[in-house]
């Protein structure tokens, strides 16, 4: 049993700023990829950064330089610092982690439920 929980979501005036949080918990032996994604309205969900268990980032051409990435290994936890908001960063904002299960032996992609980010102009 493993779950992600997103934190951190909310209404910024465009050139604000948030911090997401997303925590995973249960029985977890180690975490390799982590990432954040995001969905506007529509069926579309975009990659907006990820992170390696080395701590290796990359990024969207739409939020580079603006976004950050991170990573806490011992808390099992990956946060997306966003500066500089815009308008179009409007979006449901989901974390992902590939984790392997200390029950099951096997790496899977884990979801959080997404926390919403709205900027306003």
């Known amino acids: 049993q493993v779950q992600l929980v997103e934190s951190g979501g909310g209404l910024v005036q465009a050139g604000g700023s948030l911090r997401l949080s997303c925590a995973a918990s249960?029985?977890?032996?180690?975490?390799?990829?982590m990432g954040w994604y995001r969905q506007a309205p529509g069926p579309q969900r975009e990659l907006v950064a990820t992170?390696?268990?080395?701590?290796?980032?990359n990024y969207a051409d739409s939020v580079k330089g603006r976004f950050t990435i991170s990573r806490d290994n011992a808390k099992n936890t990956v946060y997306l610092q966003m500066n500089s908001l815009k308008p179009e960063d409007t979006a449901v904002y989901y974390c992902?982690?590939?984790?392997?299960?200390?029950?099951?032996?096997?790496?899977?992609?884990?979801w959080g439920q997404g926390t919403q980010v709205t900027v306003s102009s």
């Open positions: 992902k982690a590939e984790i392997r299960s200390r029950l099951a032996g096997v790496f899977a992609n884990y």
């Open positions: 249960g029985s977890i032996s180690s975490i390799n990829d």
């Open positions: 992170i390696t268990s080395g701590r290796w980032t």
